[in-house]
């Protein structure tokens, strides 16, 4: 059992480009989650999804889309990145419960120049 | 409007002494859940212990306690004799509402040193 798996693990971009973080869990889990992690602001949520089909907006969701085509995948993508964007990004799932834990992956550090 | 504190940015202690880690929460909601993960130094998010609003029992595991009071809505997490393995930042977490709506805090650097 992988859990959840993000990709890469380290990124350095330009402004301006574009790129998709990935996320796969084998957990069956119907919950998926972005969150950002900045120095001093905790993590925050960026966009969620609750099964496959249906995706919303977190706290901070400028500057990024997601999808949800299939239970295991939910990939985040920057469309034109800024350096603001400059962040650790975690994937968590979920049952979905209220008084479920959160499986986060192991994170991806962009940096972006 | 809901929100976790957590004050002390970096502890530092030398091992073997407790150490206590701070949190401090606001909601309106009367059903709430509270939450304690662990990332340590590889960078991974790991789940400590969640409390939900209607039981105040406190826990203890190991060397591990908590101290949930809605008097002074505070969720205080303490390390007994602790070890340089317990280095790690600690978040305290906030769920409201739906299974979305999870809000953290600004974490506890905590160093254990030889």
């Known amino acids: 059992n992988a859990g959840v798996t993000q990709t890469p693990k380290f990124q350095v971009l330009k402004t301006g480009q574009s790129m998709t973080l990935q996320c796969a869990q084998d957990?069956?889990?119907?919950?998926m989650s972005w969150y950002r992690q900045d120095p001093g602001m905790g993590l925050r949520l960026i966009h969620y999804?609750?099964?496959?089909?249906?995706?919303d907006q977190g706290e901070v969701p400028n500057g990024y889309n997601v999808s949800r085509s299939t239970t295991e995948d939910f990939p985040l993508r920057l469309l034109s990145a800024a350096p603001s964007q400059t962040s650790v990004y975690f994937c968590?799932?979920?049952?979905?419960?209220?008084?479920?834990?959160?499986?986060f992956g192991s994170g991806t550090q962009l940096s972006v120049l | 409007a809901q929100k976790v504190t957590q004050a002390q940015t970096e502890i530092s202690v030398v091992e073997k002494e407790d150490v206590t880690l701070d949190c401090v929460y606001e909601?309106?909601?009367?059903?709430?859940?509270l939450f304690w993960y662990k990332q340590p130094p590889s960078g991974e998010l790991v789940f400590l212990i969640r409390?939900?609003?209607?039981?105040?029992q406190n826990e203890i595991s190991g060397r591990y306690s908590w101290n949930f009071q809605k008097s002074t809505s505070s969720f205080n997490f303490t390390i007994t004799a602790s070890q340089v393995v317990d280095s790690a930042v600690y978040f305290c977490?906030?769920?409201?509402?739906?299974?979305?709506?999870?809000?953290f805090g600004t974490g506890t650097r905590l160093l254990v040193s030889p």
């Open positions: 968590a799932t979920g049952m979905g419960a209220s008084n479920e834990k959160l499986f």
């Open positions: 957990m069956n889990h119907e919950y």
């Open positions: 999804s609750v099964g496959a089909g249906i995706t």
């Open positions: 909601t309106r909601d009367t059903t709430y859940y």
């Open positions: 409390r939900n609003s209607f039981d105040e």
């Open positions: 977490a906030l769920r409201f509402g739906g299974f979305q709506k999870l809000v």
